[in-house]
C-alpha cells in the first residue's frame, strides 16, 4: 500500500476517535470491546476486515460512536452543567443504517447469530422502556423464565419420569368433585367404616411405649402456651390456611417426637407439607373403562421416615429405580429422596368445619389407599412371609382435623372379599385376577372440641408415631428392605426387571398422546404363556395385536 494513503477502515477509525477538551491533559482511552465479542475469532474482531453489506459490521461501527458519545459526555461535565454547548460528534455514515438495523432487531429471537454479543444485550431498548427494572428487561431479552416453585418442579420431574403421565394429568378427577367417590371404588376402596372395626386399634392402644424421653419442663411450658394462644386466635375466626400453620403443625409436636435426638430412633421420623405424590398410581377399574384417573395425593400434613435411616445407602444402592419410586412416595431427587413410606396423613379444614367432611375423608382414603399399596408392593416382594405379615400388621391412619377436634381413622388392606353386612357394599371383586386388594377403615379415635387439649392430642400421637411407627411399622419394613434386596442380588432377571418405570403398573400405562388411544397390555389370561411368573407377566408391558386384545378394550 503507498505510503501516505489511508484506507476507509481507517477513515473510519480517525472519524470515532475521541475529543479532547481544553482542560483536558490526555485524552479519554477508547472504550474496551464486550467480553463474550472479544474471545471471538480473527476475522470478526475488526470490522475493517467485513464486508461493508454485512450487517453486523454496520451495527459495530454504530456502537463505536454512540459509546465515543457517552465517553465525551463523561469527559466534559463542567461544560454541560454550566451550560457551554460543544460541538457534537461527527456522525458515522453508517449510523442511520444501524439504527434501523437494530430496531429491526429489537423484536426478533435473540438466539440469532447477531444478537450472541455482549455488547448487543441491553443495548436495543427505546427510551420508552426506561422505567422498566433493568433485571426483568434482561431476563426478557435474553429469554430467561422465571425460577420454578417446588409444585411446577414436582409436575415436571412426573411428567419426565413417565413423559405419557401429561395428557392423563390433565384428566384427572379432584377430591372435591362428586365423581371422585367413584373413582374410590374402582380401586376397591371402600367409603363406609367398618362396623366390625379392626383388632389392631386396641392392640395400638395399649402398646408399651419404648424409645420415648418425656418432654422437658421447660419444654412443656413453652409449646403449653403457644398451643393455648394458637388454639385461642383459631377458635376467634380462623381460615384453612392460618389453622394448618398453627395448630394442625403443632399436633405432631414435631421439638419432641421428631426432632429430639434423647431417643436413637426418634431420627427416623420425618415430615412434609403439601407435597404432592409422583409414586405410579394404584390399579383402578377407570383404566379399563377409560375413565378419569384420581388426582396423586397431596396431603397437608404427611408423617413419615427418614429414608437413610429406614432403607440405608447399602440397601438403597442396590434396589431398583421402579421399587425406589413406590419407596419414596414423593419424588427421587431433592428432599423427596430422603423421605420414605408416608404411614400418616393429616388433612386441616377452616374453623369449625366437621372432622366429618367429606372432601377431607375423600383425600384421607386416597392417601391411604395410596400408601398401603406401595407397601403391599414391596411386603409382596420380598416374599410370602413378609406378605402375610402386611395384612396381618401393616396399618395407615388418617386425621381430619378443624377447631371444632379431629377424627383419627385406621386403615388396612385385604384380601379377601368383603362382607357387605360389615360394610355397607357389596364386594366388586378384584381389579385384575393378580392384584387382590380392598381397602377398609375404621374408626380409632375421635377428640371433639371440649378435649382438644393439648396432653390428650399428644398422648395420642405418641401412640401413632413411637408406639406403633417407630417401635413397630419401621422394623417390619427394614426386615421386608433387607429380604427383598437379598432376592434380587441373588437373580439378576427379577433385579433387571424392576428397573423398567412400568413394573409395578400390572400393565396400566397411560394415554399416548400423539394417537390420544389408551395403551393396553395383556393380562395373564390374555398372555400366551399362561405358566409364566407374576414377575414376567408384569415386566412385560407391551400393547398386544388388537386380535389379541378384548374388544371392549381395542382402541
Known sequence: MPRGKTTKSQKTKKTIEPKKNADDSAAVPAPSRGTRSGLRSGPLTDSAQLPRDNPESIIRDGRKSRKVTKAEAEVAPASVRSGTRTSSPIEHPHDVIYKSIETAFAGTDHHSPYAASEDFAGEVQSSSSSDIDPILAFNRNWGYLPPLDPEAVAVIEEVIANPDMAEATARR??????????????????????????????????????????????????????????????????????????????????????????????????????????????????????????????????????????????????????????????????????????????????????????????????????ALHN??????????????????????????????????????ATRDAVDESDVGEPDAGRIIPEYPLRFLHSEYCRIGQAELNRGTVLSTFERLLIGYGVNELFGLIRNAAVDLIAKLAQDSDLAEARTKEDFYRYGQTMITPKSRNWTVSMTPTQHPRNNASLDMLRSEMVTPNPDQASPMLAS
Open 375 to 412: 407397601m403391599y408392593e414391596i411386603f409382596r416382594d420380598a416374599g410370602p412371609q413378609h406378605e402375610e405379615i402386611f395384612f396381618e400388621k401393616v396399618r395407615f391412619f388418617s386425621i381430619v382435623t378443624s377447631t371444632a377436634g379431629l377424627t383419627i381413622r385406621i386403615h388396612r
Open 173 to 370: 378427577i379432584g377430591p372435591e368433585k362428586s365423581e371422585f367417590l367413584e373413582g374410590l371404588q374402582f380401586r376397591n376402596v371402600l367409603k363406609l367404616e367398618s362396623k366390625s372395626g379392626d383388632a389392631r386399634t386396641d392392640q395400638i392402644k395399649r402398646r408399651p411405649l419404648e424409645n420415648l424421653t418425656p418432654e422437658t419442663d421447660e419444654e412443656r411450658e413453652i409449646h403449653g402456651k403457644l398451643w393455648t394462644f394458637d388454639q385461642i386466635k383459631c377458635n376467634a375466626g380462623s381460615n384453612e390456611a392460618l389453622f394448618q400453620r398453627t395448630t394442625m403443625m403443632s399436633l405432631i409436636a414435631r421439638h419432641w417426637l421428631i426432632y429430639s435426638s434423647n431417643a436413637d430412633k426418634k431420627s427416623c421420623l420425618d415430615f412434609s407439607v403439601e407435597e404432592p405424590w409422583t409414586c405410579p398410581p394404584m390399579p383402578t377399574r377407570a383404566y379399563r373403562m377409560r375413565a378419569q384417573y384420581l388426582t396423586m395425593p397431596k396431603p397437608d400434613l404427611a408423617i413419615c421416615f427418614n429414608r437413610n435411616v429406614l432403607w440405608p445407602s447399602y440397601l438403597w444402592y442396590s434396589t431398583p429405580r421402579a421399587t425406589k419410586r413406590l419407596v419414596c412416595f414423593e419424588n427421587l431427587s431433592g428432599a423427596g429422596d430422603v423421605r420414605a413410606f408416608h404411614f400418616l396423613t393429616i388433612e386441616g379444614k377452616k374453623n369449625q368445619v366437621s372432622t366429618e367432611d367429606p372432601t377431607g375423608h375423600h383425600q384421607s382414603l386416597n392417601n391411604a389407599s395410596q
